[in-house]
């Protein structure tokens, strides 16, 4: 599986963007994965923002952006997305996308140790 994010940028505080995960590889179905969108700012480890399970139907926040972060997901595109309203300085961060086979365990995971597949980041900067 490949992961692809996209759509950062600098914007400031109050503003919003929508951050892209584009998912490739033989047969790849969201239903099959969980999929995790984590951030890691300097000098910070990475930490857990939003992911789904099942095509979406199944969502799970941070408790930083429950609220004013939301996921959608294009299951025909292989494509979810981030949309993060209402940004703050501290969402600063690379944001990744990650994926991890639901045939590897029954629960949803916010530790990104626990996620196979990964890729480039995307930064987010968000200005005072």
């Known amino acids: 599986v490949q992961l692809q994010a996209s759509g950062g940028g600098l914007v400031q505080a109050g503003g919003s963007l929508r951050l892209s995960c584009v998912a490739s590889?033989?047969?790849?179905?969201?239903?099959?994965?969980?999929m995790g969108w984590f951030r890691q700012a300097p000098g910070k480890a990475r930490e857990f923002v939003a992911g789904f399970r099942g095509n979406g139907v199944n969502t799970y926040y941070a408790d930083s952006v429950r609220g004013r972060f939301a996921i959608s997901v294009d299951s025909a595109k292989n494509t979810a997305y981030l949309q993060m309203n209402s940004l703050k300085p501290e969402d600063t961060a690379v944001y990744y996308c990650?994926?991890?086979?639901?045939?590897?365990?029954?629960?949803?995971?916010?530790?990104?140790?626990?996620?196979?597949?990964g890729g480039q980041g995307t930064q987010v900067t968000v200005s005072s």
């Open positions: 990650a994926a991890d086979r639901t045939f590897r365990r029954s629960w949803y995971s916010r530790s990104a140790d626990d996620y196979t597949f």
């Open positions: 590889g033989r047969r790849f179905s969201f239903g099959n994965y969980y």
